[in-house]
């Protein structure tokens, strides 16, 4: 399993990331629905302060504090510089469990910044923040996953392999090759449409979709179908998963992708407000 999503806007919203065991974002009910792999999460990401993607952060925490499971590695969780929301609430967690027997780190984290989940050799794997438009009061961050790989230089491309492999053999695979960022994940948060270079040739874009019709939406807080499919288009992305959908449209949201299927050249697939969605 790659990614474990409940999303229904207002209510709840959480994402697990299982190959680098990620939670992006804490909202109600994550620690009944992972119950015994709540243990089994290394970092946790908070988009923003607003309470369905983080009223169930205490319970994380409290739970992992009390019940059966291994209390020896460290749970980190990360958030918006300044986000006043998240900050009163991780004092009062604090407060709260003033003897945890594991440890918590919080840290808080800036659009731009690297935070390194692995790195050998030349393989580096991390998580970098980027500005979403969603609140003024208080910051909001969609994350990237990305991590690094080589492929061919340019002048090599066309090159029939034979002669790759000789070129590789006398030059040595890393004269002809470079390294590039791929980002692997894109995860919006919520936000009126993102900006297409933050999810830029991203294998998987996780984006906001409140609204599946755009008259439906009164304020430039969230995201509409229309906008989001265009997003995803000129970020050519490879798959397009829609979540954070309101729950109106429940039993309705294959009426509204109905007709995208042609138009577009990436996978798309929704989070139904009602279903924990697993891919
Ligand atoms: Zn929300
Ligand atoms: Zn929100």
């Not at 407060?95 to 919080?106: T, V, Y």
């Not at 840290?107 to 003024?136: D, S, W």
């Not at 002669?163 to 692997?184: N, Q």
């Not at 449409?193 to 807080?221: W, Y």
């Amino acid at each position: 399993m790659l990614l474990e999503i409940y999303s229904k806007a207002l209510y709840s919203t959480w994402v697990y990331y299982a190959p680098e065991r990620i939670l992006f974002d804490a909202g109600e009910g994550v620690a009944l629905t992972m119950s015994n792999r709540i243990y089994a999460i290394r970092h946790i990401f908070l988009t923003h302060g607003h309470i369905d993607h983080i009223s169930g952060l205490w319970t994380i925490i409290n739970t992992r504090n009390n019940s059966m499971g291994d209390r020896e590695k460290p749970l980190m969780v990360y958030y918006p510089k300044g986000n006043s929301a998240i900050e009163e609430w991780l004092e009062f967690i604090n407060k709260a469990n003033n003897d945890l027997r594991f440890e918590l780190i919080q840290l808080p984290v800036v659009a731009g910044e690297k935070v390194f989940l692995r790195q050998a050799g030349g393989f580096a794997r991390y998580i970098v923040p980027f500005r979403v438009k969603h609140t003024i009061q208080d910051f909001s961050l969609g994350y990237n996953v990305i991590e690094t790989r080589r492929r061919l230089k340019s002048e090599y491309r066309d090159l029939p392999e034979d002669e790759i492999s000789k070129l590789s053999r006398t030059l040595g695979p890393d004269e002809i090759t470079e390294v590039y960022e791929k980002k692997i994940l894109t995860i919006s948060g919520d936000t009126f449409g993102i900006d297409p270079k933050d999810a830029q040739d991203s294998e998987i874009l996780v984006h906001e979709c409140t609204f599946l019709k755009s008259s439906d939406r009164k304020m430039n807080a969230h995201a509409s179908l229309e906008e989001v499919i265009e997003i995803a288009c000129q970020a050519n992305v490879r798959r397009l998963i829609l979540y954070h959908i309101s729950s109106r449209y429940s039993g309705k949201i294959e009426k509204y992708l109905k007709n995208l299927g042609e138009s577009v050249n990436f996978e798309i697939h929704y989070v139904d407000p009602e279903v924990v969605f697993t891919l």
